[in-house]
Structures are given as C-alpha cells and as structure tokens.
C-alpha cells in the first residue's frame, strides 16, 4: 500500500492492485444489479466482522461501509471471497482474482475501486543470498503477472 521506508530494506514495486465490489451471477439475477452506492443499502454485503488497523487506514476509501452494514460478516479475507463466490451476496475482492471467474461480476466500478499499491520487500543483508534473490525475482514476476492478468492460477 506505501512504499517502504526504512534504510535497510530493498524494495521494488510491482503494480498497483484494484479492490473491487463483486458479486456472482446467480446473486445479481436474483436482486438485481446496484446502479449507485445508495443501492447498496438493499443489497447483502459481505465484509468484516473485527475492525482491524488495515481496516481503520482504509475506512476514509470506504466511506459508509460499517460492519453494522454487512449482511455477512467474516474476519477471513478466504470466507469473504467463498461467499461472494457462492453467491451470497457483495463483496470486496481483488480485480484481478474476481476477473479469473466469468461467473463474477464487477458492481459499481465507477463508483467503488481502491487502488493498493504493492510492493516486494527483504531487508537489505539477504540481497545476496542466491536463495532470497531467486525467491524476490520470482515472487515479484508472480505478482505483476497477477495484477497484469497475465498469470493464471496454477501456471
């Protein structure tokens, strides 16, 4: 989300990923599809249940989004992801990991999307470890494969 700061770290930005609403196919032929945030309000949100401090930095990009709101609540980002998936309502995801579902649909793109910018990071004694350096390289072209929508789950 920000770009490391202490000395003695190596750091390399690998891309920004887009945080989304979206919902199953099934939920939005059932309930329709939200045309405004307002919308929202008659629709089953899934989100958290504990207020993490991710969750209070983010708040301000949130704005509205209370856990009093959430039709289904979960701390588990996986139990968020697998009820919006089960078409159990609307949930934050990922851009690119919903856009590998064609049952998953975008709602309110417009309106609704949280640029987290991401970062690899290791501090700056292992820079020659071959082991380290390999893993760095290799978890930073995973990742921009996966914000690109270049790489495809188990490739």
Known sequence: MFRPTQDALIARHVGTIELGLHAHQRYLERHGTPRSVSDLQHHALIGFDRETAF?????PRFKGFTR?????RADSDLAQIAATRAGLGI???HAPLAAQNAQLSRVLPR????????????????????????TFAALA???????????????
């Open 141 to 155: 072209e995973g990742l921009s494969g996966y914000i690109t929508g270049a790489s495809q789950p188990g490739t």
């Open 68 to 72: 009093e709101q959430f039709a289904l």
């Open 111 to 134: 309106q609704f999307a949280v640029p987290l910018d991401t970062w690899i990071v290791m501090h700056h004694d292992l820079r020659d470890s071959p082991r380290c350096a390999v």
């Open 55 to 59: 969750i209070r930095q983010m708040q």
């Open 91 to 93: 949930g934050v995801m």
